[in-house]
């Protein structure tokens, strides 16, 4: 349908404008790509953010099976024997003899260190080979492991409880979840993630007569630094250039930011300062302690208490609470109408009077999406295991989706004015149609857009065929062509018929394209010669407060001779400006012949029900000859126009309608299976689509097969899966600990150069890529960083708090049986003494300095973060110089980190 009205009856007066159709606001937004990247099912490791729209435009390609690619693995097979044969030849040459003699002769007699599993091996290349090989393997095995751990506990976290509350004077049931999220992150799935860590040096200590080892902390430590520095990097760089992502809960960021640090202080004061190698009853049961005192505190900010308790939680009178969501926190009228208008869709030719109804999803959709809205998209354990699951092949389980807004335009359609003024003697007019990018769209993408858009002319008081001849036809804008004019020829019929209008229509734009704020120009016939009067179309306006950007016209007639202008400014009533919408002052400017122009106004939109408030609009200082409508509202002094902000009816009584569905339930996402044959049949089920894909299906085969024997998460409510999966982890964690060890050992390395590099990298790995995939996807940056910080806490006083507490407490009861033992080991040590009594000893040097090195780099890392919250307000993204000057700088410091540990380690500080 075109937008210009239908053609009045000649010589009666011109179309009623006082009510222009006016353009949808540029209404802000926290994320503008968040909502449309929620449309995509796999949007994690394997998904990009990149071109979504196109994207969701492309047919998805099918997937593979192991059956279309038999000839590249027996290619491959064939490859390696081929590998094997020439190297086994190559090795016979006598020019070969070095590298014969680093392969399989060891320079000293002395053997490796036995392990809990595995036997110490010679110290030759080959066994170095062979060890880093099977370190690598078994760390895919430990991210598999890690992964059915993740599904248990992500049944034992989504289980829910029905909780009836009043609202509003009427009871209503709520699904709410039984464990809070905020301790479920920092308990299980804290576990979950860092159990490799944690059971290391549980292990190391109980399997070595609870004497203390290099293996365990050196890790704790190593993996807190890779977490902290280098998976902070990656997470500000992912979010893409010119956008950013902020914490959303900064109370419980804080608590555990600030319990990171205190951390690693703490482990400094008990190494070093309080009681020096010694590490005591008192020491290890209160770093122990330290873990539920830190999941109390963060619960407690995560509820609110600490608002409550300084009075910080202060709402507006007329905000009040529709409902709770899963997470069994409130939902306040307010959030409802900021989430309405967060779906509003582009504008087209719809004015801001078109219903809700009409324009968004069911209000039992949209209460559903509310609720969504207010949890993260996805929760830790989908984003680990679907890390590790796109890397290896496996069928990663689908994110939940929401309600999306209608796809973005690139461009927009618009006559460079309003309407312009002509002779009726002049034999045409010409009119400009301007290609300007839409909201929210990308500029170079509008350089790079071709389509068509149709016009035509509509008689008005002129008519076709007697003052102008109709014009039709279609305008192409190829990539590079920003603006196109338009030719309409005009008919002097020599009469002296006054002022007489008639319309020229933009209509049937090409997909990816609307028509902008002017796409009807009126065109003004005059026999008269002036520069004209000046004088708003309307001097009452009355607009919503969601419109978000208000378009007042201001008209020029009885003549349009020569360029004129004026100045405006906004004047407060009971509306403020910078409360309840932008102050705006400039020159209007009217070029010859243009008798249209128009001054944007942005309404802020708070959400809060309002009663109505105003504001005016004035014109000041005529220039250019032309003057002011006396007859208008003031005078022929300046001209005002009183606007008046609604309180939005039709928003309330759609927000009022979402409430009476907010207590239904929103149904988790099930991806774990709930059968042993469900299992099995994922296992060796490939679902990939490339080659190497398919190499690391292949290498992680075997250890699918047999983390598939672990019970299905779906049995006894998640807890079996979690208990099994948790000794299995713990076995295989042993194992690592054997071979890292033995390839320090091969390599010449001490084990916490090994501990900090390797085995800290190695497992930390998954963590990155569910991390990044968070920052990508999420709306906040909490569920990224917040995990980080989390995380390292938990580490250090789950990690070294049990196993040190169990083994100060075994040497107070256990140590004077040991005494001898004890002294002989300790006694070559700079520190030990004949007087010092018998406890459990955790030498200060090497940990201590990479502990103390540690802390004053986490410092500066948080600093920076809180600081790019006050300077961009957000901590992840940015432009693009300012993420990877910090991306750059995290690196750093853990380079920095490593450097200065193995220097220390290897006796050059």
Not at 673 to 681: C, I, K, L, V, Y
Not at 774 to 794: F, H, K, M, P, Q
Request: proline residues 5%; hydrophobic residues 45%; charged residues 15%.
């Amino acid at each position: 349908a075109s937008p210009c009205p239908p053609p009045p009856l000649r010589r009666q007066p011109q179309p009623d404008m006082s009510k222009p159709d006016t353009p949808k606001p540029d209404m802000p937004k926290p994320d503008v790509n968040y909502i449309s990247r929620l449309r995509s099912v796999q949007g994690l490791e394997r998904g990009s953010d990149k071109n979504l729209q196109q994207t969701e435009l492309q047919e998805v390609a099918p997937k593979k099976s192991i059956k279309d690619f038999q000839c590249h693995i027996l290619i491959f097979v064939l490859a390696v024997a081929c590998l094997i044969f020439v190297i086994h030849i190559v090795l016979q040459q006598p020019a070969m003899s070095p590298l014969n003699s680093w392969l399989f002769e060891s320079p000293s007699s002395e053997k490796c260190a036995d392990g809990l599993f595995i036997p110490g091996p010679q110290k030759t290349g080959l066994n170095l080979i062979v060890f880093l090989l099977m370190l690598l393997w078994s760390f895919l095995g430990v991210a598999i492991a890690a992964d059915v751990f993740m599904m248990g506990i992500e049944i034992i976290t989504s289980q829910e409880k029905m909780k009836i509350v009043e609202v509003e004077g009427e009871h209503k049931k709520f699904n709410v979840l039984i464990w809070n999220p905020t301790v479920a992150n920092l308990t299980l799935m804290a576990l979950g993630s860092s159990a490799p860590e944690i059971l290391l040096s549980v292990i190391e200590i109980a399997s070595g007569s609870f004497y203390s080892g290099e293996l365990g902390p050196s890790t704790i430590v190593g993996s807190a630094a890779f977490n902290l520095f280098v998976i902070s990097a990656v997470c500000v760089a992912a979010v893409p250039a010119g956008t950013g992502k902020l914490i959303k809960d900064q109370s419980v960021f804080c608590i555990t930011g600030i319990f990171s640090v205190f951390a690693y202080v703490w482990l400094v004061l008990i190494l070093a300062v309080t009681t020096p190698n010694i590490v005591t009853v008192f020491e290890g049961v209160t770093t122990l302690v330290f873990f539920p005192a830190l999941v109390a505190m963060a619960y407690a900010a995560d509820v609110g208490l600490f608002k409550a308790l300084f009075n910080l939680n202060v709402t507006k009178k007329r905000d009040k609470v529709v409902g709770i969501d899963r997470l069994g926190k409130p939902v306040t009228s307010e959030e409802l109408s900021l989430f309405v208008n967060d779906f509003l869709p582009p504008p087209g030719k719809e004015s801001v009077q078109t219903s809700y109804n009409s324009r968004l999803p069911s209000a039992k959709d949209m209460a559903g999406n509310v609720l969504k809205s207010k949890e993260p998209l996805a929760s830790r354990a989908q984003y680990r295991v679907s890390a590790v699951r796109s890397g290896t092949g496996g069928k990663i389980p689908p994110i939940p989706s929401m309600l999306t807004q209608p796809l973005k335009p690139v461009v927009e359609f618009s006559f460079n004015a309003l309407s312009v003024t002509c002779p009726r003697t002049q034999a045409y007019v010409l009119l400009t149609v301007e290609k300007s990018a839409a909201m929210d769209a990308n500029p170079v993408s509008v350089e790079q857009w071709s389509g068509s858009v149709s016009y035509c002319t509509r008689s008005g008081t002129a008519r076709e065929g007697e003052d102008f001849i109709k014009t039709c036809g279609t305008l192409k804008f190829s990539g590079d062509v920003l603006s196109s004019t338009i030719r309409v020829p005009l008919i002097d019929d020599q009469s002296d018929d006054g002022t007489e209008v008639f319309t020229l229509c933009l209509q049937d734009q090409t997909q990816g394209a609307i028509l902008g704020k002017h796409p009807v120009c009126q065109i003004h016939l005059q026999d008269v010669i002036s520069p004209g009067v000046l004088s708003f179309v309307s001097s009452e306006i009355m607009c919503k407060e969601s419109v978000g950007k208000l378009v007042v016209q201001v008209s020029r007639s009885h003549g349009s001779s020569g360029e004129v202008s004026c100045v405006y400014h906004t004047k407060d009533g009971s509306a403020l400006a910078g409360h309840d919408y932008i102050d705006v002052t400039g020159s209007l400017v009217f070029k010859s012949g243009e008798t249209r122009a128009a001054i944007e106004i942005t309404i802020l939109d708070k959400g809060a029900v309002e009663l109505n408030e105003s504001f005016q609009l004035v014109l000041d200082e005529p220039t250019g000859g032309a003057k002011f409508d006396e007859e208008a509202n003031g005078g022929a002094d300046r001209q005002i126009c009183n606007i008046t902000i609604q309180d939005d009816d039709q928003r309330n009584s759609f927000v009022d309608d979402m409430t009476l569905f907010l207590h239904l339930n929103i149904d988790s996402i099930a991806f774990a299976n709930d059968s042993w044959a469900d299992q099995m049949r994922d296992a060796i089920s490939f679902d990939g689509s490339s080659c190497v894909e398919l190499l690391f299906f292949l290498f992680s085969l075997p250890w699918k097969v047999v983390f598939a024997l672990v019970p299905p998460p779906m049995l006894c409510g998640g807890y079996l899966c979690f208990l099994v999966a948790l000794v299995m982890i713990g076995l295989l964690t042993a194992l690592i600990g054997d071979l890292a060890s033995s390839m320090g050992c091969c390599m010449g390395i001490e084990d916490s150069i090994t501990a900090i590099t390797f085995v800290a990298l190695g497992t930390s790995l998954p963590d990155t890529f569910a991390s990044k995939s968070a920052a990508i996807n999420e709306r906040y940056a909490d569920s990224s960083l917040g995990n980080i910080t989390g995380s390292n806490s938990v580490n250090v006083f789950l990690g070294l708090g049990l196993p040190w507490a169990m083994a100060a407490l075994y040497w107070k009861f256990a140590g004077a049986a040991n005494e001898d033992a004890w002294r002989t080991r300790y006694s070559g040590e700079s520190w030990y003494s004949a007087e010092m009594p018998v406890g459990f000893v955790v030498a200060s040097g090497d940990l201590g300095f990479s502990v103390g090195v540690f802390t004053v780099l986490a410092t500066a890392c948080l600093l920076m973060l809180i600081g790019r919250r006050y300077l961009f307000q957000y901590e992840l993204g940015g432009n693009v110089p300012a993420k990877w000057t910090t991306s750059v700088l995290f690196v750093l410091f853990w380079l920095v980190y490593v450097a200065l540990s193995i220097i220390k380690t290897n006796g050059y500080i």
